[in-house]
């Protein structure tokens, strides 16, 4: 685009220039013409001087205006001023007669009718080449525009394409993230719990009460701790019906342990409605927020955690729109690490690289974006908008 712009200003610089040498030549030209015709009024010393000079002034510029003509045009204003010292000889000796200054008069007048007629040849063919010019100057204007509308268009197809597999990578990863959620859920559910029942049953078994009880105790622990793994891992189906209070529990479950006065608030205004989203989708608003839920369980430190629902979509448009807002009131993080997170660097956020990646990630596939806002010591709130 910038090569065609400057093709088209160097055109345009030349068109002018020559615009203005013609004007330049046709100034010079009406000079002449003025000296001619005051000359062929008065036919007296004055005005044949007059003349006489303007017509030695301008031969130059004629002759490497038109080289086309040089001949033609160098004869003619050639013949003109020789008549013309004769003129103003034959007056300023007075020895002229009428009939010979007539004459001579009439040479230059045939002289100067010549070379007008030169010039307005000349002219003519200046506005035909300008012409031609500026139709192959409109043509390279129109190809340049086609070719660059095609090369955009293929650029936007090849970006379109990497986005589309990019898209199709990220969907897929995801997919195999669940499915592997899933089967270690199932694995530590059939394996781990229940052999750790089973030592629970042998441990009922020993002599010794005491050590016995702490065996059991430490493993139904154990097996607890599992459970909550499990359903952080495979949380039961989620529908639009239940989204709030499935929240609810995986809060629960992820903040259990946390001082007494730790608050978790949920709430989702009375315009949100969450049927609008499909299951697969509204597992990945639910991913998302339990990966902010974990990264303020372990790096916040928080005692007060609100996530907010809000609709951004008007009554009289149509789809989608949701805004999500989880803040906490933690130890908060550097203007630095948010500044990395938000520009999409999350190799120097080491204590949570993951958790914030998976968000991003999943944002990202349900088409929305975040944006996480923090200082030292006054929490955080990550805003996502979908």
């Known amino acids: 685009m910038k090569k065609t712009i400057t093709i088209i200003s160097i055109f345009t610089i030349l068109i002018l220039a020559c615009c203005s040498r013609k004007r330049a030549e046709g100034s010079s030209t009406e000079e002449l013409y003025s000296s001619w015709s005051n000359f062929n009024e008065q036919k007296d010393v004055d005005s044949c001087k007059q003349f006489i000079a303007e017509l030695e002034a301008f031969m130059p510029d004629s002759y490497d205006a038109y080289p086309e003509l040089r001949e033609q045009t160098r004869?003619?204003?050639?013949?003109?001023?020789?008549?013309?010292?004769?003129?103003?000889?034959?007056?300023?000796?007075?020895?002229?007669?009428?009939?010979?200054?007539?004459?001579?008069?009439?040479?230059?007048?045939?002289?100067?009718?010549?070379?007008?007629?030169?010039?307005?040849?000349?002219?003519?063919?200046?506005?035909s080449k300008f012409y031609t010019y500026f139709i192959w100057l409109t043509v390279a204007i129109v190809l340049g525009s086609g070719i660059l509308i095609l090369l955009n268009a293929r650029e936007i197809k090849k970006r379109d394409k990497i986005i589309y597999n990019s898209e199709q990578f990220l969907r897929h990863s995801i997919e195999v993230q669940e499915a592997e959620r899933r089967r270690i859920s199932q694995e530590l559910h059939d394996t781990v719990a229940q052999s750790m029942r089973y030592v629970s049953l042998l441990a009922e078994n020993l002599s010794e009460k005491e050590t016995a009880s702490k065996i059991i105790s430490t493993q139904n622990q154990n097996i607890e701790d599992i459970r909550k793994l499990c359903y952080n891992l495979t949380p039961p189906a989620i529908s639009s019906d239940d989204m709030i209070s499935a929240l609810e529990l995986l809060g629960s479950k992820i903040f259990d342990g946390m001082e007494k006065d730790f608050e978790l608030r949920i709430v989702a205004e009375?315009?949100?409605?969450?049927?609008?989203?499909?299951?697969?989708?509204?597992?990945?608003?639910?991913?998302?927020?339990?990966?902010?839920?974990?990264?303020?369980?372990?790096?916040?430190?928080?005692?007060?955690?609100?996530?907010?629902?809000?609709?951004?979509?008007?009554?009289?448009?149509?789809?989608?729109?949701?805004?999500?807002?989880?803040?906490?009131?933690?130890?908060?993080?550097?203007?630095e690490t948010v500044e990395q997170i938000n520009g999409g660097i999350f190799s120097n956020v080491k204590d949570f690289h993951f958790g914030v990646r998976n968000i991003v990630e999943r944002v990202q596939l349900l088409g929305g974006t975040v944006t996480y806002r923090s200082e030292i010591d006054c929490g955080t709130q990550i805003t996502v908008v979908l």
Do not use: C, P
């Open 75 to 127: 004869k003619e204003l050639e013949t003109s001023l020789a008549e013309s010292k004769k003129i103003l000889s034959l007056i300023e000796k007075g020895e002229g007669d009428s009939i010979t200054v007539h004459e001579s008069g009439r040479i230059i007048n045939l002289s100067m009718l010549s070379y007008l007629n030169n010039q307005n040849y000349v002219l003519e063919e200046s506005h």
């Open 270 to 335: 009375d315009s949100v409605d969450f049927s609008l989203w499909n299951d697969v989708q509204l597992m990945s608003i639910y991913r998302i927020i339990q990966e902010a839920f974990q990264n303020i369980q372990k790096h916040a430190q928080a005692h007060e955690v609100t996530v907010l629902f809000r609709s951004t979509t008007s009554d009289q448009s149509a789809g989608k729109g949701l805004k999500i807002i989880i803040s906490d009131d933690g130890v908060g993080m550097s203007e």
